[in-house]
């Protein structure tokens, strides 16, 4: 028997049974994820930059060490709140209680960068806004994990990524209007998502688990949850370093995109928001097309792996095209079809990711928080390395995001590459 194969097909059989979400729920879904990955990326996107600029003018490189340091406090913590949420017994359920508390800790962090007037406080109020703001990132992957039908997987994926698409760039029109008040910048888009991530805990379906039986853990076994073993989960391992590598070159390019932007236009920090706005909003056209068409289409036909391909090379395309581009006119047919091609490939990843999850039913918080690994790791890697790469060769001032745009095509074809051609397990 095909190693590859068995495991997918033996999840799918034991998963048919699954009853159909409603559409209330599926909004629900929608909504919360769209406020909560407006409150996380938006700072990394521009909030930051913006504090930054006004904080420690000229120190562009301190915004890589702001990136890599938070998504490594939250990647170490991820397994560990995951297993947590598994195993949590309590009236309200498993994943409520972790939707709500991440809320509002990621909101107190939010709080803190609102507050801040050093590169220390930034450096504190974004760890606390990653480990809360992460926590109910990886709650929300859960919710899907337990609920959807493989039927529906492509769909919501579908809708759940374009949500995640649009947040930051419907956040940075929000950021126009507050960028000349810090406070507000960080603090508006927080509030936003703690009152949706709670409304949805409230409404949605999370059984109570009092009466849950479950073996004590120790030290020593919390830690080796930490791994897992890929040959016994050859799909879901191939499908993990797939993931790491795109998101090696997508995380190098964004965490830049501001002073990208900026230094292409000619134009200071400050004022370049309303550009970024009014460009984005290709990049919304292109996430709803991408990540919505391939959604539903890739349920309808039943095939997963082809769109993973036609994503890569369409972001890939899109990235050679900002590389090149020196106007507005060329970064906005860049960031079109790079977005397109980052609707497709994460609409269907994340739908390939509940299809080859292991041990669904008793471990899925894990094996989730683990393959966030796969992003989390590039989100730490990334920054730094991209950091480097912009001042090779640069003369002066201008930094070298040419190469850096490049760099990214390449990294995002070979992850690709590595799904289409090893995760067998999935059509």
Not at 246 to 275: D, E, H
């Amino acid at each position: 028997m095909n190693r590859d194969i068995a495991p997918a097909t033996v999840m799918a059989d034991a998963r048919a049974e699954l009853p159909r979400v409603g559409g209330m729920f599926i909004a629900g879904l929608t909504l919360a994820t769209f406020a909560a990955m407006m409150a996380f990326i938006l700072p990394t996107a521009f909030s930051l930059s913006v504090a930054l600029a006004r904080i420690a003018p000229g120190q562009e490189q301190v915004l890589g060490g702001l990136a890599s340091v938070g998504a490594l406090g939250g990647m170490l913590t991820g397994p560990a709140f995951g297993i947590w949420s598994d195993r949590t017994r309590s009236r309200f359920g498993r994943r409520r209680p972790f939707l709500a508390g991440g809320a509002v800790v990621g909101l107190a962090g939010l709080v803190v960068l609102g507050m801040a007037n050093s590169v220390g406080s930034l450096y504190m109020g974004w760890i606390v806004t990653v480990l809360g703001l992460n926590t109910v990132s990886l709650a929300l992957t859960n919710i899907q994990a337990d609920r959807l039908p493989q039927a529906q997987r492509g769909r919501v994926a579908g809708l759940t990524g374009f949500a995640t698409m649009t947040a930051p760039v419907i956040g940075v029109g929000l950021a126009v209007g507050l960028v000349r008040n810090q406070f507000l910048l960080f603090v508006v888009p927080g509030m936003i998502a703690a009152v949706l991530v709670i409304l949805l805990g409230l409404f949605m379906k999370d059984p109570d688990t009092r009466g849950k039986v479950l073996a004590p853990l120790s030290f020593a076994s919390v830690g080796a949850k930490y791994v897992f073993n890929p040959r016994k989960h050859r799909a879901y391992a191939w499908n993990w370093l797939g993931r790491l590598v795109f998101f090696m070159g997508i995380t190098g390019s964004t965490t830049f995109t501001t002073f990208f932007f900026a230094q292409r236009l000619n134009m200071p920090v400050q004022q370049v928001a309303g550009v970024m706005a009014t460009i984005s909003l290709l990049g919304i056209v292109g996430g709803v097309v991408g990540g919505l068409g391939s959604g539903f289409l890739s349920d309808k036909i039943k095939r997963r792996r082809i769109f993973i391909l036609v994503g890569a090379v369409g972001f890939a395309a899109g990235s050679v095209i900002l590389a090149l581009a020196d106007n507005m006119a060329g970064l906005g047919i860049g960031i079109l079809v790079s977005n397109l091609g980052v609707g497709v490939f994460s609409a269907v990843d994340q739908a390939i990711v509940l299809d080859v999850l292991p041990e669904r039913d008793t471990d899925a918080g894990r094996y989730t928080a683990l393959m966030a690994f796969a992003q989390g790791i590039p989100n730490v890697i990334a920054p730094v390395v991209a950091a480097f790469v912009i001042t090779i060769g640069a003369a002066g001032d201008a930094k070298n995001y040419t190469l850096l745009y490049f760099l990214t095509a390449v990294f995002a074809l070979a992850g690709a590459v590595i799904i289409f051609a090893r995760v067998k397990a999935v059509r």
